[in-house]
């Protein structure tokens, strides 16, 4: 391991930006090739037709996009994920919102919530003319969640009964 | 409590999510049609409902990969030992578009019968030319509507058969056996829905069959009357 990410670790320590919170997203734009390198431990080299992509927990701003996802589903020229249809967008939000109670729910309350979430949006395929389906999963054990100042009072685990354990 | 109310109790900006969401984009076209199949054949009207028929053969066509592609769904039920022909159900058969009499019908539904006895296999016919047209009977019809390319699968319920489905091409040599793998798992929701379709014809029957003989039976004399 020492070998294989020996270089990697020590470029980032003469970083110490991007040892901290980034607020800042402009601060991933200079070690670009840097911040590949670390993504290749999460995607494979080999999958570089597979469509795959990081982004802020819970919002359609990527930070990074594999080409066929940039291709596919980032609006031109910009960061954001977009769909084919409105209809999509509207659904997952809908999905994000059950996501992040759910991550909520796990950390503070022991709910027991899967650490993914799916949601499946259909492509038109303009040159066969017809609809393809796609899935996206989402993974959140990269997420952590806190609360934004007092912790606010969650209702006690026996009201959430009737929430669905898969949001 | 509900997720809703669960929103408004516990309002999600209270909460800060840090870090990085990581996202894999997968291609599940194939188990997402079939999906959509079985939620459309669970309605029991699925085949003489105009709409969802036109739903079911987009589906098939994205299923086998061709846009252009014509499906059709003939049945062959029998009541009673008697082929029953409705419009209903009769809309969507490449088959019968331009059978008229009853005669002819029954002769090519028993021919298919016939065809498809010993053999549960879909049958495709990759280039519809005069010789296999004129080996195979029922081909001609397919051939008079524009097909030039065709698979034909059996639908059977118990060993019997109680329709075909018809997927043709305008196109010689479009359709090749890589399609009917690609269609496989879909031809089980059409006996499905032929044999939902077939439940339901046979209430029909049965409702009119009462409405229509029973006042003239003689009167029940048990409690049932009291």
């Known amino acids: 391991m020492q070998k294989l990410y020996g270089q990697v670790i020590k470029e980032l320590e003469t970083r110490p930006e991007l040892l901290t919170t980034i607020t800042d997203l402009s601060v991933l734009t200079p070690p670009a090739e840097l911040i590949q390198e670390l993504l290749s431990a999460v995607f494979l080299p080999i999958t570089a037709n597979y469509m795959y992509g990081v982004s802020l927990p819970f919002t359609f701003h990527s930070v990074y996009a594999s080409p066929r996802f940039k291709e596919e589903l980032l609006k031109p020229g910009t960061s954001e994920i977009q769909f084919p249809d409105a209809n999509s967008r509207q659904k997952l939000e809908t999905e994000m919102k059950h996501f992040a109670y759910g991550l909520i729910l796990k950390k503070y309350l022991g709910y027991n919530n899967p650490d993914s979430s799916r949601f499946i949006y259909s492509y038109p395929d303009n040159q066969s003319g017809l609809t393809h389906y796609m899935e996206m999963r989402m993974d959140g054990r990269f997420i952590d969640v806190h609360p934004a100042g007092e912790m606010p009072p969650l209702p006690p685990p026996v009201l959430l009964i009737s929430i669905p354990t898969v949001l | ?226």
Not at chain 2, 99 to 105: H, N, P, T, V, W
Not at chain 2, 143 to 156: D, N, T, V, W
Not at chain 2, 160 to 180: C, F, R, T, V
Not at chain 2, 191 to 199: C, D, H, I, R, V
């Open chain 2, 1 to 226: 409590m509900t997720i809703d109310e669960l929103v408004q109790q516990v309002p999600i900006e209270k909460f800060v999510f840090e870090g990085i969401t990581v996202i894999r984009i997968n291609d599940v076209t194939q188990q997402e049609v079939i999906n959509l199949m079985k939620e459309k054949f669970l309605d029991e009207n699925s085949f003489s409902d105009a709409s969802v028929y036109a739903e079911l053969e987009t589906h098939i066509q994205t299923l086998i990969g061709l846009k252009g592609l014509s499906v059709g769904v003939t049945p062959f039920f029998k009541i009673n030992n008697h082929y029953i022909y409705s419009d209903l159900h009769n809309a969507n058969s490449i088959l019968f578009r331009h059978l008229q009499s009853i005669a002819e019908k029954d002769e090519i539904s028993d021919y298919c019968k016939l065809l498809f006895r010993d053999s549960n296999r879909p049958l495709l016919f990759d280039t519809l030319q005069e010789q296999v047209l004129n080996d195979v009977q029922c081909l001609q019809y397919y051939f008079r509507e524009g097909a030039r390319s065709l698979i034909l699968c059996p639908l059977k319920q118990r060993n019997n058969l109680i329709g075909l489905l018809e997927i043709s091409s305008p196109e010689a040599g479009q359709l090749l056996p890589l399609h009917i793998s690609r269609i496989e798992a879909a031809i089980p929701l059409f006996t499905l829905g032929l044999e939902k379709s077939l439940e339901h014809l046979n209430y029909e029957v049965d409702k009119v069959i009462k409405k229509n003989l029973l006042p003239c039976s003689p009167p029940w004399n048990g409690s049932l009357q009291r």
